[in-house]
């Protein structure tokens, strides 16, 4: 029986210029695990992540999600099929409550324009689901506490809830624990294990601790290309992993 493949690309390439980011890229997710993107400074890793979420177009190659050609699909489009991206481009809204920024994330999901003289009826449900998604990402206690007054790392939390709130079967995160301390790294851990029950993530990230308790599978890039893939134990092993690594200054790949 075929795997079960969510997300794959085929030769997907971008140049710019003269310039070849990402060469070549064979990329297959498989449905429900957790998926990372890793490798050195400048291994083409954010380009091919904006590939996947359609923020680039590529040069050539192509782009399958759930069996449907995306190659040519918007970001919006392919949000309505169930692919969402978090972090960097969330639209959290600093002046708003924690509960109103996720509740507006919902009525973006039924369609409903940002209209905040809706009556309470309608309100209401919405609210009721808002605090449960809220309460989710551990932030019950700040439900009321305007966005912007969060810490660095709940705003991640916060980021992730109005990404949970689109009902996403796939979520692509951008280095979900970029600039974080310990502490907010370990609460988003957790929170991404737990979310990841019945989706599928893939996510791109630098912390290698991180990426070796989360990943069920892991992809290297290098300079472009797909160096090596496998499960962390696997990668972490593979000597041209161990030289990619090294050879940008990185360190270990330990």
């Known amino acids: 029986m075929a795997e079960d493949i969510i997300l794959a690309t085929t030769g997907l390439t971008k140049e710019f210029g ?32 904006n590939l996947l979420t ?7 190659g192509s782009i399958v999600y759930n069996g449907r050609d995306i190659t040519r699909q918007k970001p919006a489009d392919i949000a309505r099929l169930g692919m969402v991206r978090s972090f960097q481009i969330s639209a959290v ?19 409903d324009s940002f209209d905040f003289w809706r009556s309470e009826e309608v309100l209401q449900p919405l609210d009721d689901e808002a605090l449960r998604l809220v309460d989710a990402v551990g932030l019950a206690a700040f439900a009321e506490l305007p966005a912007g007054e969060l810490s660095y790392g709940r705003k991640r939390a916060l980021e992730i809830a109005t990404t949970l709130a689109l009902d996403p079967e796939m979520m692509l995160l951008d280095e ?79």
């Open 93 to 111: 809204f600093p002046q708003l409550s924690v509960k109103t920024n996720v509740r507006i994330a919902l009525q973006r999901k039924r369609g």
């Open 54 to 60: 359609k923020f680039l177009a590529p040069t050539k």
């Open 176 to 254: 979900p624990m970029a600039g974080m301390g310990r502490e907010d790294v370990e609460r988003i851990e957790a929170l991404i294990r737990k979310v990841s029950a019945n989706r599928t993530i893939l996510m791109v990230e630098h912390n290698l601790s991180v990426v070796a308790s989360l990943s069920d599978r892991i992809t290297v890039l290098a300079r472009g290309q797909v160096l090596a893939e496998g499960d962390y134990a696997a990668v972490s092993k593979d000597p041209r992993v161990i030289e990619a690594y090294i050879g940008s200054g990185v360190g270990h790949a330990h």
């Open 18 to 49: 003269g310039f070849t980011a990402v060469n070549g890229v064979d990329l297959q997710v498989r449905r429900g695990t957790i998926h990372a993107l890793i490798g050195p400074n400048g291994a083409g890793k954010t380009t091919c992540f």
